[in-house]
């Protein structure tokens, strides 16, 4: 939205705070010339993504641009016209699927708000509807109903902003059926389950504020009965029923040991039915698949440097043996199939490339390129990814990917530290776009899995409880002393981006060891861990107490918070500073990057400040993308080339 004098009032954040338009659009100036591929290639819209397909296996779908934003498009499989179906212009469709063979159902949100709205559209583009029309809240899916024509299972919390609860929806006349309360805000449900007939029988409660309760009924005409309560360090999460004993799941569990592993567990009692399924003896193993028509189990897929799968079914492993005939060397993923099971639409990519789409029809045996995702870029000229190791100061073992500029020669280059958000998440392998866009630049970027990342195991997680700006922060520190050491990075040209907690990590990068950085770019960042703990979103507040574990207590550990917010330590930065935010961001509230920003130039450092009223966390509309980048660039080529 354009900023007036009768609406700036209005926007939030300090509107008496002005941003830095004059000097980012200096900085924005000539960024793609002498270059093969511009800025806009990196991070421009795909003509065709997230294909699906329709239940009888007669029509794809896929998500494609329409004045600059994401929408459904639908084709016959057999080749012919493709149909537009949505021609939404103030966001991009989020996430979609097909409820029936004509009529699919799609999610949306507002200006970055996170709250999303569900909407149902026929094949043809007719009859769109808006099925939750309820302002500031948030809608989830529960299960599609896969056997019911026209009913989903939804949660939302409509009654109450903490508290989600499920709704049976009629995606043609937008009718809903509240299946269960949940009304104490003390004790409340986080999560719901169905079985495989659509019925409500699992759900999970946060009980004392930092313990989880689950809990189970053998019919939905029961009460919910506690089954197991953990600590929220340890649990047990089921993922599916089994198909012959109603009572067994199969679940990913780190109950009495480190590692989460694929187990079965009897939901009447709470116990593990035998021995473990899977384990892996370094990382976390969480997702395991099923075939619904053949009833089995098909693959555990676990992540080490890169995404591993275990067979559990023949018929699983014989498809992706065919498959790799012809796609040997990227990774492959089934991402659709129909009712029958015989028709796959299947993903490719690589740390390189985008990949692309292709038809598998089992019964024919033919593999049918649909669409290359971002056929502009040659994977030929991407920079490969590697996994890298080094140990940090007290002897801990950090994963992370290092990746070099093409024909750098990989010694005394200019390095951009790029700590993943979350915090507690994990960078991966595989293609980025962010990463592409450095390295096409010169620019070597190194990603670290610090500890606290997850898939490592539950001590790796732990041991960054209550380490923001402390632990966590020297192992990106020891990230940067390894780079240095190896003589791949320029000392004097080093720098550090990150967004959400890798804004954080910026920040207190640039606040306690600023020496280390010629320059650093915070992206919706957290600069005050008190007042982020007094701005999160009502639906995060049941968590809180889990909050105070792992981040801090802002009365037991008020020193400590103090000491690890860089909004308390302005006279240490000295560091060129970028400074981005979406004014609608949930999570990060904008107060964070103003207060930050508003701090130092009162001390009397200039700061770049770039806010966009029109996102929240993270921009995701393209023009915004495309400023935000172009002007990082300018930013870092003025700090770090020679």
Not at 45 to 63: A, I, N, T, V, W
Not at 446 to 470: H, M, V
Not at 472 to 481: A, E
Request: aromatic residues 12%; negative net charge.
């Amino acid at each position: 939205m354009s900023q007036t004098a009768e609406t700036k009032i209005e926007l939030p954040g300090n509107p008496d705070l002005p941003s830095s338009e004059k000097e980012i659009r200096k900085l924005m100036e000539n960024q793609s010339e002498g270059h093969k591929y511009s800025i806009e290639d990196f991070f421009r819209l795909p003509e065709k993504s997230r294909y699906q397909l329709s239940p009888d296996g007669k029509h794809f779908s896929y998500l494609g641009p329409f004045n600059r934003r994401l929408n459904l498009f639908v084709q016959e499989a057999t080749g012919g016209n493709v149909r537009r179906i949505t021609s939404v212009t103030d966001r991009d469709i989020a996430w979609y699927f097909w409820k029936n063979n004509t009529r699919l159902v799609f999610a949306k949100d507002d200006a970055g708000d996170e709250n999303f709205h569900l909407y149902a559209v026929d094949i043809d583009g007719e009859n769109l509807q808006e099925l939750t029309p309820f302002k500031d809240v948030r809608i989830d899916l529960i299960d599609d109903l896969e056997d019911f024509e026209d009913e989903i299972i939804i949660s939302m919390n409509k009654n109450n902003p903490q508290l989600f609860e499920p709704y049976r929806l009629n995606i043609k006349t937008g009718a809903l059926e509240q299946l269960a309360e949940n009304t104490n805000p003390m004790e409340p449900i986080d999560s719901w389950m169905t079985d495989h007939e659509g019925k409500l029988r699992i759900a999970s409660k946060v009980v004392g504020g930092t313990n989880t309760t689950l809990l189970y009924r053998e019919s939905e005409n029961e009460p919910f009965k506690e089954v197991l309560t953990t600590d929220f360090r340890e649990g047990v999460a089921p993922v599916f029923f089994d198909f012959e004993n109603p009572d067994l799941v199969y679940a990913s569990s780190n109950l009495n040991r480190d590692k989460r592993v694929i187990v079965k567990l009897n939901m009447k009692t709470g116990e593990e039915v035998g021995e473990p399924i899977f384990t892996h003896p370094d990382v976390d193993v969480s997702n395991i698949g099923y075939s619904r028509k053949r009833k089995v189990p098909t693959a555990i897929s676990y992540l080490t440097d890169k995404r591993h799968l275990h067979f559990l079914d023949d018929e699983t492993r014989r498809i992706y043996e065919r498959l790799e005939q012809d796609l040997a060397g990227y990774e492959i993923v089934l991402v659709a199939d129909n009712k029958d099971e015989d028709k796959f639409m299947v993903r490719t990519y690589s740390d390189c490339s985008l990949g692309a789409y292709y038809f598998f029809d089992q019964k024919a045996d033919t593999l049918t390129k649909i669409a290359d995702v971002s056929p502009w870029l040659d994977e030929k000229d991407m920079s490969p990814m590697k996994p890298v190791q080094f140990k940090t100061r007290d002897g801990l073992t950090i994963n992370g990917y290092l990746t070099l500029p093409v024909n750098a020669g990989g010694k005394n280059l200019p390095v951009v530290i790029n700590p993943h958000g979350g915090p507690w998440v994990r960078d991966t392998w595989g293609y980025n776009s962010e990463v592409q866009l450095l390295a096409s630049r010169g620019y070597a970027v190194l990603q670290i899995n610090y500890r606290g990342s997850t898939g490592y195991g539950r001590k790796f997680w732990e041991i960054s409880f209550k380490q923001w700006g402390k632990k966590m922060q020297d192992d990106i520190t020891d990230g940067v002393n390894w780079l240095i050491e190896q003589g791949i990075a320029d000392p004097l040209r080093v720098a550090i981006y990150g967004g959400s907690y890798g804004g954080y990590a910026t920040l207190a990068g640039v606040t306690f060891t600023p020496e280390l950085y010629a320059c650093a770019i915070d992206y919706v960042g957290v600069s005050n861990l008190f007042t982020f703990m007094n701005t999160i979103p009502p639906y995060w507040k049941p968590y809180l107490d889990m909050m105070y574990e792992m981040v801090g207590n802002p009365e037991k550990d008020k020193d400590a918070m103090y000491e690890a917010s860089p909004i308390f330590h302005i006279d240490k930065i000295k560091t060129p500073l970028f400074v981005v935010q979406g004014a609608n961001d949930p999570r990060v509230n904008i107060d964070e990057s103003d207060q930050i920003v508003s701090a130092l130039r009162k001390h009397g450092v200039d700061v770049l400040y770039m806010v966009k009223y029109d996102e929240g966390h993270g921009f995701h509309n393209e023009e915004n993308r495309f400023e935000f980048y172009k002007a990082m660039l300018g930013f870092l080529d003025k700090y770090l080339k020679k």
